[in-house]
Nanobody, 114 residues
């Protein structure tokens, strides 16, 4: 499974971004697509996930601001990020879990700054 994330960039505080991650290759169901982030000098942390059965979970730290969704026909997961804060600055990674295997994408940089 290969994962290609996109949509990152520079945004002012209070702004919005939508990240996308496309899965390709042998991407069987059931599966879980998720987003993680890693700020400079910090460990990678969980952001949100969505199963192929459309069950969702969002970390408390972003709940109410971030929304995860997916298009199963396109094998794509999205992360809509609203009301962004400087502390949201990080490299955002998507991951895919298929059975016992875990795959990672290359990451996309999100910078929130005025």
């Amino acid at each position: 499974v290969q994962l290609q994330a996109s949509g990152g960039g520079l945004v002012q505080p209070g702004g919005s971004l939508r990240l996308s991650c496309v899965a390709s290759g042998r991407f069987d169901s059931p599966n879980t697509l998720a987003w993680y982030r890693q700020a400079p000098g910090k460990q990678r942390t969980y952001v949100a996930q969505m199963t192929s059965g459309v069950a969702t979970n969002v970390a408390d730290s972003v709940k109410g601001r971030f929304t995860i969704s997916r298009d199963n026909d396109k094998n794509t997961v999205y992360l809509q990020m609203n009301n962004l804060k400087p502390e949201d600055t990080a490299v955002y990674y998507c991951s895919a879990r298929v059975g016992n295997a875990l795959y990672w994408g290359q990451g996309t940089q999100v910078t929130v700054s005025s």
